[in-house]
């Protein structure tokens, strides 16, 4: 018990780290989308990122619950 609260911070920053990485990679895919609605550039680029951006946002949202379950998982230990 003790080892896997010690590692808690080290995961808990790992996750923040890819939490934060998936979110830029996110807002760097909308502004290609953004930038992709210049008809000269044309629809296989807006579709490209749109669908990366999807896939972006699946990762964050997948990071951010495994973050909360780790700090509810802690919370409940200072709990007892």
Same mark, same amino acid.
């Given at each position: 018990?003790?080892?896997? &609260? &010690? $590692?808690?911070?080290?995961?808990? +920053?790992? /996750?923040? @780290?890819? /939490?934060?990485? #998936? /979110?830029?990679? !996110?807002?760097?895919?909308?502004? /290609?989308a953004d930038r992709a !609605?210049?008809? %000269?550039? #044309?629809?296989?680029? !807006?579709? #490209?990122?749109?669908? @990366?951006?999807?896939? %972006?946002? @699946?990762?964050?949202?997948?990071?951010? *619950?495994?973050?909360?379950?780790?700090?509810?998982?802690?919370? +409940?230990? $200072?709990? *007892?």
């Amino acid at each position: 018990m003790a080892d896997s &609260r &010690r $590692d808690r911070p080290n995961e808990s +920053a790992e /996750l923040v @780290k890819e /939490l934060v990485e #998936g /979110l830029t990679a !996110l807002g760097t895919y909308l502004e /290609l989308a953004d930038r992709a !609605l210049d008809p %000269q550039l #044309g629809p296989e680029i !807006l579709g #490209g990122a749109i669908k @990366k951006s999807v896939g %972006q946002s @699946k990762r964050v949202n997948e990071i951010a *619950r495994r973050l909360r379950e780790i700090l509810c998982d802690e919370s +409940a230990d $200072d709990d *007892r």
